[in-house]
């Protein structure tokens, strides 16, 4: 848990330093995904995973894939070139908030008592304390708001894959190398038109390295360690670590870039926390049914039950490929 909260904490450490050596952020997007995917394909081959072959799991591939990885990256990278990347790493913990929300609006998240509904207010109002919009330096700009909309796109992906892509009988690690190659081929047809000029002509070594850890290590391995807590652990252990992401964020922001953490920003990441928190609690079941519990990824998801391997497998399926 330790390792996996360390490596996916981390990313937006490695976003910041990939940017100022010189790197876009669509070129990060690309890079990343690629090297996730090779990743996840060398360990899907060695247990004997296939890539999917029918059309139709392929297409809602290529949906996941946009709103799960290729937008939420690319927004990320946007962001960072203005937020510092432990505010980064806070904002995005909003994603079970927008999850909850979604769920609410469709009709497919049940049990939205009093305490959930405080959680929603507690988290979003620690989203607007971070933003401080009546100060001039808050974060009411576009770097933020880019941050907001990766983790809605976040949502909106768990949404998407817990209805079409869960259970669709492929093994997750074949699938999410497949969703990355397809987040790779989706950012790959951007760079013509989009943004791929870096900040300066050659990126340095320090950026070509950070992209690098971000890719194998915070995009391909974390989602295969993610897999392994849930099936060993279980569920509510993986969603802990959801709790982890913005301290380590903050704490490698801070001693590694020397960011500064203010009051507000802090008090604004307990509120998010809390909310979220909150957020998670369901009620408590009738003797005789298994308890709810969180699973995936943070943000991930709801998932009940976690009595048999075979359920945590299947809990599994809705992770994320490299979360942030």
Wanted: hydrophobic share 50%; glycine share 16%; net charge positive.
């Amino acid at each position: 848990m330790a390792v996996l909260a360390l490596l996916w904490g981390s990313g937006f450490l490695w976003i910041k330093l990939a940017l100022d050596g010189g790197l876009s952020p669509l070129h990060i997007t690309v890079i990343r995904s690629l090297l996730g995917a090779g990743v996840l394909l060398l360990l899907a081959r060695a247990r004997g995973g296939r890539l999917p072959r029918d059309r139709r799991t392929w297409g809602h591939l290529v949906v996941a894939a946009f709103f799960c990885n290729a937008l939420p990256f690319f927004l990320q990278g946007i962001a960072e070139q203005s937020v510092d990347s432990g505010v980064a790493g806070v904002l995005n913990a909003t994603t079970p908030l927008w999850s909850l929300a979604i769920g609410t609006a469709l009709g497919t998240e049940r049990g939205l008592g009093p305490v959930r509904v405080a959680g929603l207010l507690v988290g979003f109002g620690g989203a607007v304390l971070i933003f401080a919009p009546w100060q001039r330096g808050g974060l009411a700009g576009w770097g933020g708001a880019a941050l907001l909309a990766s983790s809605l796109s976040y949502a909106v992906a768990f949404a998407y894959m817990a209805r079409y892509l869960v259970g669709s009988g492929s093994a997750p690690l074949a699938r999410s190398a497949a969703q990355l190659l397809a987040a790779a081929g989706l950012s790959s047809l951007a760079l013509p038109a989009g943004p791929a000029a870096a900040a300066s002509a050659t990126p340095t070594l320090g950026a070509v390295a950070a992209v690098v850890v971000l890719g194998v290590l915070g995009t391909g391995v974390t989602f295969h360690l993610n897999t392994r807590l849930i099936a060993d652990e279980g569920p509510t252990a993986a969603a802990t670590v959801g709790y982890l992401l913005p301290v380590v964020s903050v704490g490698l922001g801070a001693i590694v870039l020397g960011e500064r953490v203010g009051g507000r920003v802090l008090a604004g990441m307990a509120l998010v926390l809390i909310g979220v928190g909150l957020t998670r609690r369901q009620r408590r079941p009738r003797s005789g049914t298994a308890a709810p519990t969180a699973a995936g990824p943070p943000g991930a998801p709801s998932r009940r039950g976690t009595g048999s391997r075979a359920r945590r497998d299947r809990v599994s399926e809705t992770s994320s490929t490299g979360r942030n």
